[in-house]
C-alpha cells in the first residue's frame, strides 16, 4: 500500500469517526438506555447460540467492555454471565495482561480520569478481587466502537488497543457492539485491522462472514 493510500485510509476513517461519535451523541440517555438493554438482549441470544454451537466457549472467559457515558452499555449482558457463574474480564489501561475477571454483580470496578480531557472510563479494580486473564485465553471478546459495517470492518478510538489485544487470540471469537447510527455502508480496513466476526446493534445481529481461524 502506498503512502497516499494510507493517507486516504486514515483521513476516511477519521471522517468516520467523527460521525459515529455525532450520531452516538444524538442519543438521549433514555434512548440510550433502552436500545442497550435491547442490545444487550440480542447479545445474550447469540453467545447462547455460540456457545451451543461451540461447547469449548462456554467454558472460556468472556471479554466484555465497561461503557462510558456514550457508548453502548453491555452491563446487562456481563451480569447475566456472572448470574450463571461465567469467567467476565474486562480491559484495564496500560496493565499487562490487559484483561482482569470482575467479580461479584461488577462490584469490583472503579472510575479513572484519562487524557488531558480527564475523560473517565471505568476498569476491573485488581486490588479488589480481580484476576489476570491473558488475551489468549479468552474464547469470546466483545469490542465497542465508533463505526461499523456489514462486512465486520470497525472504526475504534484510534490508538489500535484492540487490533495490538485480538491479535494475541487469533481463535476467539470477536463481536462488535453498537447503535444502529453507527453502523456505516463501508468502513476501509488496513492490514493490521482485526476484522469482526458479528456485528450487535439493538435492532439486528450480522454475520459478517470473516472467517474463524482454525
Known amino acids: ?17 467523527s460521525a459515529g461519535r455525532r450520531s452516538r451523541a444524538g442519543l438521549s440517555a433514555g434512548e440510550r438506555q433502552e436500545k442497550s438493554h435491547q442490545l444487550c438482549a440480542r447479545l445474550l441470544r447469540l453467545w447462547r ?18 461503557a462510558n457515558q456514550s457508548e453502548a452499555d453491555v452491563d446487562g449482558f456481563a451480569r447475566e454471565l456472572l448470574s450463571h457463574n461465567r469467567v467476565v474480564a474486562a480491559p484495564r489501561l496500560n496493565i499487562v495482561p490487559p484483561f482482569y475477571t ?5 462490584q469490583n470496578v472503579e472510575i479513572v480520569a484519562v487524557g488531558a480531557r480527564q475523560n473517565w472510563v471505568r476498569q476491573p479494580h485488581r486490588f479488589q478481587g480481580g484476576h489476570a486473564v491473558e488475551a489468549s485465553e479468552i474464547g469470546v471478546f ?25 491479535c494475541k487470540a487469533p481463535h476467539a471469537i470477536v463481536i462488535g457492539v453498537g447503535f ?35
Open 142 to 166: 466483545i469490542v465497542p466502537g465508533v463505526a461499523f459495517d456489514a462486512h465486520g470492518n470497525r472504526v475504534g478510538q484510534g490508538s489500535g488497543w484492540y487490533d495490538k489485544v485480538l
Open 1 to 17: 500500500m502506498t503512502q497516499s493510500e494510507t493517507t486516504e485510509i486514515s483521513t476516511s476513517k477519521a471522517t468516520l469517526r
Open 102 to 106: 470482575l467479580e461479584g454483580a461488577l
Open 49 to 66: 447460540d455460540l456457545t451451543d454451537a461451540q461447547a469449548e466457549c462456554s467454558g472460556q472467559p468472556v471479554a466484555v467492555y465497561l
Open 180 to 214: 444502529d447510527c453507527q453502523v456505516f455502508p463501508a468502513v476501509p480496513q488496513e492490514a493490521h485491522d482485526c476484522a469482526l466476526h458479528y456485528v450487535v446493534t439493538e435492532s439486528r445481529i450480522m454475520h459478517t462472514g470473516a472467517r474463524l481461524s482454525s
